[in-house]
């Protein structure tokens, strides 16, 4: 299996038709009446097409938020919508990648990620989607092999192949590389924006690593523990070139990234 990320001027210079917008209006929530609020007037445009990052330490709320965008969490205040649709459930238009890839080990690679496809009811087609989208994560030579015969990173992709098969407009992620090892993480992320930007995706991604978001997003958007509010948003200035761990341009933006995620922690 290589793991050689897409060439940066494969991805982000493609021009695709964009998606959808995600806006977030005056959302807040409390999961149980005397427990304080989760979130709080919570208020985010997201473009077509733009990926965000949102950043924050374990329990601010960065999950709940993905929830309630994905429509599995309903909020106690405030909406969302996409695109046109106000959103109250899930869809195969806005869908979710979790940490683990949650595949059914006795199938194949190609019957797992045709799983979504068939679920909905579609019959047609679905052998010749699945075979794009497994082109599109570069799993076409595993496509006959049973899930459990591969590595996690390549389990990821499967799960990621199933996530694209629908051709959803909004893809969502709650931290879907923190059990990679770090190479097989970095070119997740790399392979991931890329795919993203190439098919023109809005993405949502939680992450409480500063670097992953400086990989992966135009933006970062960070929320503060306790108060359950959004306290930095800050465009991520890297051209596709730079988004290397390696590369000093890199460094540079994830020291600023990270000099707003500490002062963020102390501010009150
Ligand atoms: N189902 C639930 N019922 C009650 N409280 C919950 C529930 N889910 C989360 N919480 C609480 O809401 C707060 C925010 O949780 P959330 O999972 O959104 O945080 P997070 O930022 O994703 O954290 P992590 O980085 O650890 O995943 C935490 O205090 C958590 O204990
Ligand atoms: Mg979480």
Same mark, same amino acid.
């Given at each position: 299996?290589?793991?050689?990320?897409l060439?940066?001027?494969?991805?982000d210079?493609v021009?695709?038709t964009?998606?959808a917008?995600?806006?977030?209006?005056?959302?807040?929530h409390?999961y149980?009446?005397?427990?304080?609020?989760?979130?709080?007037?919570i208020?985010?445009?997201?473009?077509?097409?733009?990926?965000?990052?949102?950043?924050?330490?374990?329990?601010?709320?960065?999950?709940t938020l993905?929830?309630?965008?994905?429509?599995?969490?309903?909020?106690?205040?405030?909406?969302?919508?996409?695109?046109?649709?106000?959103?109250?459930?899930?869809?195969?238009?806005?869908?979710?990648?979790?940490?683990?890839?949650s595949?059914?080990?006795?199938?194949?690679?190609?019957?797992?990620?045709?799983?979504?496809?068939?679920?909905?009811?579609?019959?047609?087609?679905?052998?010749?989607r @699945?075979a794009?989208?497994? %082109?599109?994560?570069?799993?076409?030579?595993?496509? *006959? !092999?049973? &899930?459990?015969?591969? $590595? #996690?990173?390549?389990q990821?992709?499967?799960?990621?192949?199933?996530?694209l098969?629908?051709?959803?407009?909004?893809l969502l992620?709650d931290?879907?590389?923190?059990?990679?090892?770090m190479?097989?993480?970095q070119s997740?992320?790399q392979?991931v924006?890329?795919?993203t930007?190439?098919?023109?995706?809005t993405m @949502?991604?939680?992450t409480? %690593?500063?670097?992953?978001?400086?990989?992966?997003? *135009? !933006?970062? &958007?960070?929320?503060? $523990? #306790?108060?359950?509010?959004?306290?930095?948003?800050?465009?991520?200035?890297?051209?596709?070139?730079?988004r290397?761990?390696?590369?000093?341009d890199?460094?540079?933006?994830?020291?600023?990234?990270?000099?707003?995620y500490?002062q963020?922690?102390?501010q009150?």
């Amino acid at each position: 299996m290589r793991h050689t990320p897409l060439e940066p001027s494969q991805t982000d210079a493609v021009a695709v038709t964009a998606t959808a917008e995600v806006r977030i209006t005056a959302v807040g929530h409390t999961y149980r009446v005397g427990d304080g609020e989760v979130l709080s007037g919570i208020d985010l445009n997201i473009g077509a097409g733009e990926v965000v990052a949102l950043i924050g330490r374990s329990g601010s709320g960065k999950s709940t938020l993905l929830h309630i965008i994905a429509g599995l969490l309903e909020p106690s205040e405030g909406v969302v919508h996409i695109g046109n649709e106000r959103v109250t459930g899930p869809s195969a238009a806005w869908v979710m990648m979790f940490q683990a890839p949650s595949l059914f080990p006795w199938m194949t690679v190609a019957e797992n990620a045709g799983l979504g496809l068939r679920y909905s009811g579609q019959k047609e087609g679905v052998d010749d989607r @699945v075979a794009e989208v497994l %082109d599109l994560v570069d799993l076409s030579a595993f496509s *006959d !092999r049973n &899930v459990q015969d591969l $590595s #996690g990173g390549q389990q990821q992709r499967v799960a990621l192949a199933r996530s694209l098969a629908p051709n959803p407009d909004v893809l969502l992620l709650d931290e879907p590389f923190s059990a990679l090892d770090m190479f097989t993480r970095q070119s997740m992320q790399q392979d991931v924006r890329a795919i993203t930007k190439r098919l023109g995706l809005t993405m @949502v991604l939680v992450t409480h %690593d500063v670097s992953e978001a400086a990989l992966m997003a *135009d !933006r970062a &958007v960070f929320l503060k $523990s #306790g108060s359950g509010k959004i306290v930095g948003d800050t465009p991520v200035g890297l051209a596709p070139k730079a988004r290397d761990l390696n590369n000093p341009d890199f460094q540079a933006e994830l020291a600023r990234l990270n000099g707003i995620y500490s002062q963020m922690q102390t501010q009150c």
